[in-house]
């Protein structure tokens, strides 16, 4: 079945770094989408591409959908204490199903 | 904005009793809602699919007998977990849709079952 390989699995950064981070696919997705989840709660949205090559900001975090619709990355400028988390990428399937597939997820630890 | 509340946040419950689960939209009508469940440390992986009125559509290798999901309504779908056991502890979440649009994807805050 279809699978997202996202990278890296956790990163320990200092306060005020940028991050990035990615997902790849070998399936073809019409959508990805970046979900930010806390402890003990529901995934939250961040950015949503649609277009193959689209490049999508949201404040300090920026996101591009590959060209080959088989990638997508999500950058964090200057990261500041409040985005530790963990981050997913997903794709979306079709717009008739409306499933999602979920990367394994990025920890990210921020140290003021 | 788009609100869906899930409840219980937490259970705990004994092996072999059923545990319900809710699911509402608050604010919006849920064509489709989506069921997930999520082992510590891991990604969230779809149990099942349900439409308003109709069956839901499960994914491979989760038991529909044992997951039983209703969508009686556009507001409201529940997933019960029947006779549960320890393995089935996990952080079940769900996510309601409005429409087509991607957009309209809003997900609960989760629900930590424990099984004793």
């Known amino acids: 079945g279809q699978q997202l390989n996202q990278s890296p699995q956790s990163m320990f950064i200092q306060e005020g770094e940028d991050v990035s981070m990615n997902c790849t696919s070998s399936?073809?997705?019409?959508?990805w989408l970046w979900y930010k989840q806390d402890p003990g709660e529901g995934p939250v949205l961040l950015i949503a591409?649609?277009?193959?090559?689209e490049l999508t900001s949201n404040g300090r975090l920026t996101a591009q959908f590959g060209i080959t619709r088989k990638d997508s990355f999500l950058n964090i400028s200057a990261s500041i204490p409040s985005d530790v988390g963990i981050y997913f990428c997903?794709?979306?399937?079709?717009?008739?199903?409306?499933?999602?597939?979920f990367g394994q997820g990025t920890t990210l630890q921020v140290k003021p | 904005g788009a609100v869906v509340s899930q409840h219980p946040s937490r259970v705990i419950c004994k092996s072999g009793t059923s545990v319900k689960i809710e699911c509402r939209s608050l604010?919006?009508?849920?064509?489709?809602m989506f069921w997930y469940r999520q082992f510590p440390k891991q990604s969230l992986m779809l149990m099942a699919t349900?439409?308003?009125?109709?069956?839901?559509?499960?994914e491979q290798g989760v038991e529909k007998d044992k997951f039983l999901i209703n969508h009686a309504s556009l507001t409201l779908s529940t997933l019960t977990v029947t006779s549960a056991h320890p393995e089935d502890s996990s952080f079940y979440i769900c996510?309601?849709?409005?429409?087509?649009?991607?957009?309209?994807?809003?997900f609960g805050s989760g629900t930590r079952l424990t099984v004793v």
């Open positions: 996510s309601a849709r409005r429409g087509q649009n991607t957009y309209g994807y809003t």
């Open positions: 399936s073809i997705f019409n959508t």
């Open positions: 591409l649609y277009k193959a090559g």
């Open positions: 997903a794709g979306q399937l079709g717009s008739n199903t409306g499933k999602l597939i």
């Open positions: 604010d919006f009508q849920a064509t489709t």
């Open positions: 349900s439409n308003e009125g109709s069956k839901a559509t499960y």
